[in-house]
Protein backbone atom coordinates (compact mmCIF):
# COMPACT_ATOMS: atom_id res chain seq x y z
CA UNK A 1 0.00 0.00 0.00
CA UNK A 2 1.19 3.24 -0.96
CA UNK A 3 2.25 5.74 1.93
CA UNK A 4 0.04 9.15 1.57
CA UNK A 5 3.20 11.11 0.22
CA UNK A 6 3.47 8.61 -2.61
CA UNK A 7 -0.45 8.48 -3.44
CA UNK A 8 -0.88 12.11 -3.46
CA UNK A 9 2.61 12.66 -5.54
CA UNK A 10 1.66 14.07 -8.77
CA UNK A 11 2.69 12.40 -11.97
CA UNK A 12 3.39 12.12 -15.66
CA UNK A 13 0.96 9.38 -17.61
CA UNK A 14 0.40 8.34 -21.33
CA UNK A 15 -3.22 6.99 -22.06
CA UNK A 16 -2.31 3.13 -23.28
CA UNK A 17 -4.58 3.61 -26.30
CA UNK A 18 -2.42 6.13 -27.98
CA UNK A 19 0.32 4.77 -27.19
CA UNK A 20 -0.59 1.49 -29.24
CA UNK A 21 -1.91 3.61 -31.66
CA UNK A 22 1.78 4.54 -31.97
CA UNK A 23 3.96 1.58 -31.16
CA UNK A 24 2.06 -1.25 -31.08
CA UNK A 25 0.32 -3.69 -28.63
CA UNK A 26 2.50 -4.85 -25.74
CA UNK A 27 5.43 -6.54 -26.75
CA UNK A 28 8.08 -6.25 -24.22
CA UNK A 29 11.10 -3.96 -25.62
CA UNK A 30 10.12 -2.03 -28.79
CA UNK A 31 13.10 -0.61 -30.66
CA UNK A 32 12.24 3.08 -31.46
CA UNK A 33 14.12 4.35 -34.28
CA UNK A 34 13.52 8.04 -34.64
CA UNK A 35 13.22 9.80 -30.66
CA UNK A 36 10.92 9.67 -27.13
CA UNK A 37 9.30 12.99 -28.53
CA UNK A 38 6.26 10.93 -30.27
CA UNK A 39 2.67 12.32 -30.84
CA UNK A 40 1.91 10.95 -27.72
CA UNK A 41 0.13 13.77 -24.97
CA UNK A 42 1.53 13.10 -21.62
CA UNK A 43 -0.83 13.97 -18.46
CA UNK A 44 -0.90 14.03 -14.73
CA UNK A 45 -2.83 12.64 -11.63
CA UNK A 46 -2.21 11.48 -8.35
CA UNK A 47 -0.13 8.29 -8.22
CA UNK A 48 -2.54 6.69 -6.22
CA UNK A 49 -5.41 7.46 -8.57
CA UNK A 50 -3.66 5.20 -11.46
CA UNK A 51 -2.42 2.75 -9.59
CA UNK A 52 -4.95 -0.18 -10.74
CA UNK A 53 -5.93 1.79 -13.87
CA UNK A 54 -4.79 -0.01 -16.87
CA UNK A 55 -5.40 2.10 -19.33
CA UNK A 56 -3.39 4.95 -17.90
CA UNK A 57 0.17 4.32 -17.89
CA UNK A 58 2.61 5.64 -15.38
CA UNK A 59 5.38 6.96 -17.05
CA UNK A 60 9.20 5.52 -15.70
CA UNK A 61 12.64 7.06 -17.43
CA UNK A 62 14.82 3.60 -17.50
CA UNK A 63 18.38 4.63 -18.10
CA UNK A 64 21.61 1.55 -18.74
CA UNK A 65 24.90 2.39 -18.02
CA UNK A 66 27.58 0.77 -20.46
CA UNK A 67 30.22 0.91 -18.40
CA UNK A 68 33.53 1.41 -20.70
CA UNK A 69 37.97 1.52 -19.96
CA UNK A 70 38.63 3.77 -22.24
CA UNK A 71 37.59 2.12 -25.41
CA UNK A 72 37.27 -1.18 -24.05
CA UNK A 73 33.20 -2.23 -22.75
CA UNK A 74 33.63 -3.78 -19.00
CA UNK A 75 29.92 -4.39 -18.32
CA UNK A 76 26.61 -2.98 -17.42
CA UNK A 77 26.34 -0.95 -14.56
CA UNK A 78 23.80 -3.52 -12.15
CA UNK A 79 22.46 -3.23 -8.94
CA UNK A 80 20.68 -4.92 -5.57
CA UNK A 81 17.85 -2.58 -4.03
CA UNK A 82 17.18 -2.47 -0.50
CA UNK A 83 14.62 0.23 -0.14
CA UNK A 84 11.28 0.87 0.19
CA UNK A 85 10.26 -0.60 -3.27
CA UNK A 86 8.75 -4.21 -1.98
CA UNK A 87 8.95 -4.96 -5.48
CA UNK A 88 12.08 -4.77 -6.19
CA UNK A 89 13.52 -5.99 -3.12
CA UNK A 90 16.77 -7.23 -3.44
CA UNK A 91 16.48 -8.29 -7.01
CA UNK A 92 18.99 -7.15 -9.55
CA UNK A 93 18.50 -4.09 -11.60
CA UNK A 94 20.26 -2.56 -14.79
CA UNK A 95 17.87 0.18 -15.11
CA UNK A 96 17.70 3.82 -13.48
CA UNK A 97 14.60 5.67 -13.02
CA UNK A 98 11.69 6.53 -11.14
CA UNK A 99 8.18 7.99 -11.59
CA UNK A 100 7.95 11.24 -13.50
CA UNK A 101 6.41 13.82 -11.68
CA UNK A 102 4.75 17.37 -12.20
CA UNK A 103 7.97 19.16 -10.64
CA UNK A 104 10.07 17.91 -13.61
CA UNK A 105 10.32 19.92 -16.98
CA UNK A 106 10.43 16.28 -19.20
CA UNK A 107 11.37 12.66 -18.90
CA UNK A 108 14.69 13.16 -19.64
CA UNK A 109 14.99 15.75 -16.42
CA UNK A 110 13.13 12.37 -14.11
CA UNK A 111 16.05 10.41 -15.07
CA UNK A 112 18.98 12.84 -14.24
CA UNK A 113 17.40 13.00 -11.27
CA UNK A 114 16.57 9.71 -9.98
CA UNK A 115 20.69 8.63 -10.95
CA UNK A 116 21.89 11.93 -9.20
CA UNK A 117 20.04 10.70 -6.10
CA UNK A 118 20.32 6.71 -6.15
CA UNK A 119 23.96 6.65 -7.48
CA UNK A 120 25.38 10.16 -6.95
CA UNK A 121 26.42 10.86 -10.65
CA UNK A 122 25.56 14.05 -12.38
CA UNK A 123 24.41 13.74 -15.77
CA UNK A 124 22.84 15.71 -18.60
CA UNK A 125 19.96 14.96 -20.88
CA UNK A 126 21.73 15.07 -24.04
CA UNK A 127 24.45 12.08 -22.47
CA UNK A 128 21.40 9.84 -22.74
CA UNK A 129 20.41 8.12 -25.77
CA UNK A 130 16.88 7.06 -26.39
CA UNK A 131 16.12 3.42 -27.28
CA UNK A 132 12.51 2.39 -27.25
CA UNK A 133 10.21 1.64 -24.77
CA UNK A 134 9.45 -1.42 -22.45
CA UNK A 135 5.55 -2.08 -22.90
CA UNK A 136 4.92 -5.05 -21.34
CA UNK A 137 1.60 -7.25 -19.87
CA UNK A 138 3.21 -10.01 -18.34
CA UNK A 139 2.74 -9.33 -14.77
CA UNK A 140 0.70 -6.48 -12.74
CA UNK A 141 3.56 -3.58 -12.03
CA UNK A 142 4.23 -3.79 -16.08
CA UNK A 143 0.41 -3.25 -16.84
CA UNK A 144 0.59 0.28 -15.25
CA UNK A 145 3.51 1.45 -16.58
CA UNK A 146 5.48 2.17 -19.26
CA UNK A 147 9.63 2.65 -19.61
CA UNK A 148 10.80 4.74 -21.47
CA UNK A 149 14.65 3.62 -22.04
CA UNK A 150 17.88 5.00 -22.56
CA UNK A 151 21.42 4.12 -22.89
CA UNK A 152 24.42 6.41 -21.63
CA UNK A 153 28.14 5.60 -20.84
CA UNK A 154 29.72 6.04 -17.79
CA UNK A 155 33.71 5.23 -17.51
CA UNK A 156 35.30 2.75 -14.95
CA UNK A 157 36.83 5.40 -13.03
CA UNK A 158 32.92 6.99 -12.31
CA UNK A 159 31.86 3.73 -11.39
CA UNK A 160 34.45 2.84 -8.90
CA UNK A 161 33.88 6.40 -7.52
CA UNK A 162 29.97 6.36 -7.10
CA UNK A 163 28.11 7.75 -4.22
CA UNK A 164 25.32 5.36 -3.63
CA UNK A 165 22.21 6.00 -2.34
CA UNK A 166 20.84 4.12 1.23
CA UNK A 167 18.36 2.61 -1.25
CA UNK A 168 20.62 0.81 -3.12
CA UNK A 169 22.42 -2.32 -1.64
CA UNK A 170 25.44 -3.22 -3.95
CA UNK A 171 26.64 -2.14 -7.60
CA UNK A 172 28.19 -4.39 -9.88
CA UNK A 173 29.05 -5.29 -13.35
CA UNK A 174 27.35 -7.69 -15.86
CA UNK A 175 28.08 -8.95 -19.46
CA UNK A 176 25.34 -9.37 -21.32
CA UNK A 177 25.25 -13.61 -22.41
CA UNK A 178 26.99 -14.51 -19.26
CA UNK A 179 25.28 -16.50 -16.50
CA UNK A 180 25.29 -13.98 -13.66
CA UNK A 181 26.89 -10.40 -12.83
CA UNK A 182 30.11 -10.04 -11.04
CA UNK A 183 30.22 -9.87 -7.17
CA UNK A 184 25.98 -9.79 -7.07
CA UNK A 185 23.50 -12.49 -6.80
CA UNK A 186 19.77 -12.81 -7.31
CA UNK A 187 17.71 -12.67 -10.16
CA UNK A 188 16.71 -9.45 -12.27
CA UNK A 189 13.49 -7.87 -12.01
CA UNK A 190 10.93 -8.23 -14.93
CA UNK A 191 11.98 -4.78 -17.04
CA UNK A 192 16.02 -6.11 -16.81
CA UNK A 193 14.77 -9.56 -17.62
CA UNK A 194 12.96 -8.13 -20.53
CA UNK A 195 15.89 -5.62 -22.09
CA UNK A 196 18.73 -8.07 -21.36
CA UNK A 197 17.55 -11.14 -22.91
CA UNK A 198 16.26 -8.79 -26.68
CA UNK A 199 18.58 -9.19 -29.16
CA UNK A 200 17.84 -5.43 -30.60
CA UNK A 201 18.19 -4.02 -27.31
CA UNK A 202 21.71 -6.09 -26.97
CA UNK A 203 22.67 -5.11 -30.26
CA UNK A 204 22.34 -1.66 -29.76
CA UNK A 205 23.64 -1.52 -26.18
CA UNK A 206 27.18 -2.56 -27.99
CA UNK A 207 27.23 -0.56 -30.79
Not at 37 to 56: C, M, P, Q, V, W
Not at 197 to 203: L, T
Request: aromatic share 10%.
Amino acid sequence: MLSKEKYDEVIRFVLRKELEEVVGKPAGFIKEEKSENLKIDTHFAKRGELEEDESKLQVIPYVVFEVYDDSAFKGILTYVRKGSEDRLLNKLSVGFGGHSNIQDENIQETACREIKEEIGHAIKPSELRFAGYIFSDNDAVSRVHVGYVYIARMSMKTFENLEISDEIKKICLYTPKTEKPQECEGIFENWSSIILNDESFINELMR
